[in-house]
């Protein structure tokens, strides 16, 4: 299976900084990336597929980029809500799976 | 505004089959594809199979031999059975709406629910 490994594991970032994730896979998986993101007790919430297209309703502070095995999530201005565990997952090898999160946390 | 809320016993017996029941608001499941994934303690996300609005399945092979997904659009839930659980099947419980497009392979998930935490202990 294709492993998604993301860094870093955590992070701590202020309210107005701008943030990159990494997630990296053990083979090219073209575009076929979405990145989620988790608050603990709600339930995740897609914010990009195909790599870079936002999905509707999802603030433009948040952007996606890469393809092959590189891969981003910018958040160009973090927002007090942004604070969270964000997710790749991969849907170009069967079966899809996920990276291990990455932690935004407050400084 | 589709919303999917899972629900089941928040603790299995070893050996025992554990069951779990997503019920779907705001869309039917007679559209889409509908599946379960997991999150053992600590562990990354793990997909563990969908059920189509057709009724067919996909298991990821990892589990396939334990599990099954059905549904019931009459109440517009659809289930999951894991059969034979061990403590390594403890993990919170996620049930998704997927999308599949044609020219694609696989698929993303754009709904979740929030989660059900399954204990596997004596």
């Known amino acids: 299976a294709i492993q998604l490994t993301q860094s870093p594991s955590s992070l701590s970032a202020s309210v107005g900084d701008r943030v990159t994730i990494t997630c990296r896979a053990s083979?090219?998986?073209?575009?076929?990336l979405a990145w989620y993101q988790h608050k603990p007790g709600k339930a995740p919430k897609l914010l990009i597929y195909?790599?870079?297209t936002l999905e509707s309703g999802v603030p433009s502070r948040f952007s996606g980029s890469g393809s092959g095995t590189d891969f981003t999530l910018t958040i160009s201005s973090l927002q007090p809500e942004d604070f969270a565990t964000y997710f790749c997952?991969?849907?170009?090898?069967?079966?899809?799976?996920f990276g291990q999160g990455t932690r935004l946390e407050i400084k | 505004q589709v919303q999917l809320q899972e629900s089941g016993p928040g603790l299995v017996k070893p050996s025992e089959t554990l069951s779990l029941t997503c019920t779907v608001s705001?869309?039917?499941?007679?559209?889409?594809?509908w599946g379960w994934i997991r999150q053992p303690p600590g562990k990354g996300l793990e997909w563990i199979g969908y059920?189509?609005?057709?009724?067919?399945?996909n298991y990821n092979p990892s589990l396939k031999s334990r599990v099954t997904i059905s549904v019931d659009t009459s109440k517009n839930q659809y289930s999951l059975k894991l059969r034979s659980v061990t403590a390594a099947d403890t993990a919170v419980y996620y049930c998704?709406?997927?999308?599949?497009?044609?020219?694609?392979?696989?698929?993303?998930?754009?709904?979740w629910g929030q989660g059900t935490l399954v204990t596997v202990s004596s």
């Open positions: 083979q090219g998986i073209s575009s076929a």
């Open positions: 059920i189509s609005y057709s009724g067919n399945t």
């Open positions: 997952q991969q849907f170009d090898y069967y079966p899809c799976t």
């Open positions: 195909d790599a870079s």
């Open positions: 998704a709406r997927e999308v599949h497009r044609s020219g694609y392979f696989l698929w993303y998930f754009d709904n």
């Open positions: 705001g869309d039917s499941l007679s559209s889409y594809y």
